[in-house]
Structure formats: C-alpha cells, structure tokens
C-alpha cells in the first residue's frame, strides 16, 4: 500500500488499488495527499522500530537478536532466530517489552500522528481504540485467571497472558508459551481472537476491529428493529453514522472471510493427517497471518506435516489475508480479466 501511495501521479485507478488493499474497510488519509499520508506513517513505523531496537537491548537483547524481533514485531511478521521464538530468553522483561510493542503496532497508525500533533482530543474520542483495548485486557483478565492453577502466580500467569494475547491479536505470532496446552476455555479465547485481529491503519491482519465493531452494532440494530420496526435506528462508529453501503461490505467481508478459512480447512483436511482443530486453526491462522494455530501448527509444532497440496493451499490463504482478501479473489473471476 504504501509502495503504491509513493508514487508520482496517483491516477484514479492506482487509488483504487491503494484502497483495495489497505488494512481496513476504508482508506486511511491523515492530510490531503495520499503520498504524504504514506510517508508519515514510514516515519512513525521506523521511529517504533527503532526504540523497540533500543529497549531491548537495555532489557539484555545482543543488537542482532534487537535487531531481528524489534523487526518482527513492527511488521507484524513474528520471525525470531529461536526455535522457541521470544521464550528462548526466558526474561520477563523482554516479555513485557515486546507485549507493549506488539500491542502498539496494533493500533492505528494515524493515531500516533494525532499524539505527534497534539491532538490527544482525537486518540481519546477513537472508538476503535477504546474497542481494541478493551478486548485486550478483558481477554487477558479471563486468560490469566483460566491458567492461573496452571502457573502458579499471578503474576506469572498475567506475563504469559498478555504476551499471548498481545501476539494473536496483533497477528505477530511470537509466543512465551505453547496455549496448545492451555485450558479448552482459553483456546478458545485465542481463536476468536484470531479472527478479530488488530485496528485498521496498522500492520495486522485479521478482519480488523473496526469491522468487528460494526458487525456487532449491526446485529444489535436488526435485533432491535424486529421488536421497534418502525423506529430509525442507524449504526454509529466513530461519532458518525455509517452509510448501508459500508455495513454491506462489512458483512460481505465478513462472509467471504469466514468462507475461506472454512474451505480452506476443508481442501488441507483431504489429506488425512490432523484433526478437525488443527486443520480450522492452520486455515484461520493463515488467512489472518497470524502464524502458531494449535496442536502439530501450535507454537511448539509447525507446518511441515502437511504436503504439497496442503502447503499451496495455505499459501494461497496466506496471501489472500494479506491482501484484504479482494485482490486475490480479483484473479479467479474471469469478467474482471477483461479490459474495459
């Protein structure tokens, strides 16, 4: 996307293409040109990354090892040169420093600009924030007091709590801990995370917060208006109203979502080598670019068991979360090939 947004001439199709694949259900302009949009938000990215890089070499990290998950973190692609991913440390200051950042690339990027411009007005009047950490803590309280019997402290069941659900809602990846071993409640907390996902603007995956947000107040107007049909209910996000039009996308977002981790789970499961979960939890994991799933694709497993076939299938599901879905749907419908 942003790639894109820098070029010279942003011709009208190349917006729709900035759009297409933008994080979220709309595109995110913090000033009027879409190239000085993208610029700001490489200025803030490379400014996270670079203090992350600094704390955790202060938390005891070799500037190589900083180096490498201060990267993963800030683009959300989880990669870290330990078998065990971010646990080979066993530090709980790393821990929470990488929780903390995992959490931040999280949120929209266009509310660091608000900060940098002093527009605290904004950051607190975000609805989506308020959504995106009021899931987090919640889910982490429930986390923490379901493993609590299971680590022993509180303290220590808070650090891997947050930590993993810090990493499934960003769409990072890292893991403390292997949640495959974790209570049947907490796992499920984990897969409905990893459908939700992170804010719009940010560089998570997931079907995004804001989505969720208004799917739910959708739901909640039809639910109202089958007992008031004659009351005007309109769906608010954000302090506005939201058009029909942008619910119907939503909600077809929504479905086309839902239907590819369901297929996708079908098609790898034809090969006959895991359970129903394994297989759900690999084509969820993928289309949302989260990374772990569970059992043999659980932070302590991967995906090598599964063959060729299986492998091009989750690749395709990969790519398709990371393009929004749409781009990659462009080019198995036959109508749009053509010019017009």
Not at 287 to 313: H, L
């Amino acid at each position: 996307v942003l790639t894109l947004a820098l070029v010279p001439q942003l011709s009208e199709r190349t917006s729709h293409l900035v759009k297409a694949e933008s994080p979220g259900p709309t595109l995110s302009k913090i000033v009027p040109k879409m190239g000085d949009t993208a610029k700001i938000f490489y200025i803030i990215y490379l400014i996270l990354t670079i203090l992350e890089f600094i704390v955790l070499m202060i938390a005891g990290m070799n500037p190589y090892d900083a180096a490498i998950h201060a990267m993963g973190t800030a683009g959300t692609g989880g990669f870290s040169n330990y078998a065990a991913s971010v646990g080979a440390f066993a530090s709980p200051v790393i821990d929470v420093t990488i929780t903390v950042f995992m959490v931040m690339f999280g949120i929209n990027f266009a509310l660091y600009y608000c900060a940098i411009t002093g527009n605290w007005r904004g950051i607190v009047k975000s609805e989506e924030l308020r959504w995106y950490l009021g899931i987090f803590l919640t889910v982490t309280a429930a986390i923490t007091m379901v493993i609590l019997p299971q680590y022993g402290t509180v303290g220590n069941a808070l650090r891997y709590a947050s930590f993993q659900v810090a990493s499934i809602m960003s769409t990072t990846g890292y893991a403390t801990a292997d949640f495959s071993l974790w209570p049947v409640a907490a796992r499920m907390l984990i897969f409905m995370l990893m459908f939700i996902g992170a804010c719009a603007g940010s560089t998570a995956g997931g079907m995004k917060i804001c989505r969720i947000a208004m799917l739910w107040k959708q739901g909640v107007r039809s639910v109202r208006h089958t007992f008031q049909p004659r009351k005007v209910q309109v769906v608010r996000f954000e302090g506005k109203g939201v058009d029909d039009t942008l619910l119907r996308e939503t909600a077809s977002f929504a479905f086309v979502y839902i239907a590819m981790v369901l297929i996708g789970a079908v098609l790898i499961a034809f090969e006959g080598k895991y359970d129903i979960e394994t297989n759900l939890s690999a084509a969820l994991t993928c289309v949302s670019n989260v990374g772990p799933g569970f059992n043999a694709v659980g932070p302590a497993g991967n995906f090598a068991g599964y063959g060729s076939f299986a492998k091009v299938v989750l690749s395709l599901l990969m790519l398709a979360g990371r393009l929004e879905l749409y781009p990659m749907l462009a080019l198995l419908y036959p109508a749009l090939w053509r010019k017009q």
